[in-house]
């Protein structure tokens, strides 16, 4: 719990739907400096997802892309655009668990927890 207090503070009043544990249809995620803005993404179980990732990294090609574990196999790879510039990836979410999501660009470094609820 104190790690997750400490993080929402850290990104202040830029929390999006779907920053906190409360599952979400509609989520977003920003990129920038090659980082997202959040560790964490909770979206609902079984249901249709909107998610928009905000590239805010000029001539940076980025994308969010879902896999069932780290090194796992994707469910869901999102097209990977160059900045600045915004898309909203529309897909069904799988039954609850944690999922792992990263940008195929720079998986070594842009990377995060998809929690289903
Ligand atoms: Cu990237």
Same mark, same amino acid.
């Given at each position: 719990?104190?790690?997750?207090?400490?993080?929402?503070?850290?990104?202040?009043?830029?929390?999006?739907?779907?920053?906190?544990?409360?599952?979400?249809?509609?989520? #977003?995620?920003?990129?920038? =400096?090659?980082?997202?803005?959040?560790?964490?993404?909770?979206?609902?179980?079984?249901? #249709?997802?909107?998610?928009?990732?905000? =590239?805010?990294?000029?001539?940076?090609?980025? =994308?969010?892309?879902?896999?069932?574990?780290?090194?796992? #196999?994707?469910?869901?790879?999102?097209?990977?655009?160059?900045? =600045?510039?915004?898309?909203?990836?529309?897909?069904?979410?799988?039954?609850?668990?944690?999922?792992?999501?990263?940008?195929?660009?720079?998986?070594?470094?842009?990377?995060?927890?998809?929690?289903?609820?």
């Amino acid at each position: 719990m104190a790690l997750s207090a400490a993080l929402a503070g850290a990104c202040g009043s830029d929390d999006g739907p779907g920053a906190d544990a409360t599952p979400a249809t509609s989520l #977003e995620v920003r990129a920038r =400096n090659l980082q997202f803005d959040r560790r964490t993404l909770t979206a609902v179980a079984d249901s #249709e997802i909107s998610l928009r990732l905000v =590239n805010e990294d000029a001539g940076v090609p980025h =994308n969010v892309a879902i896999y069932g574990s780290r090194g796992g #196999e994707p469910i869901y790879v999102g097209e990977t655009f160059s900045g =600045n510039d915004t898309r909203d990836y529309v897909f069904q979410s799988s039954a609850a668990g944690d999922y792992f999501f990263r940008c195929d660009v720079h998986p070594d470094s842009m990377t995060g927890t998809f929690a289903v609820r």
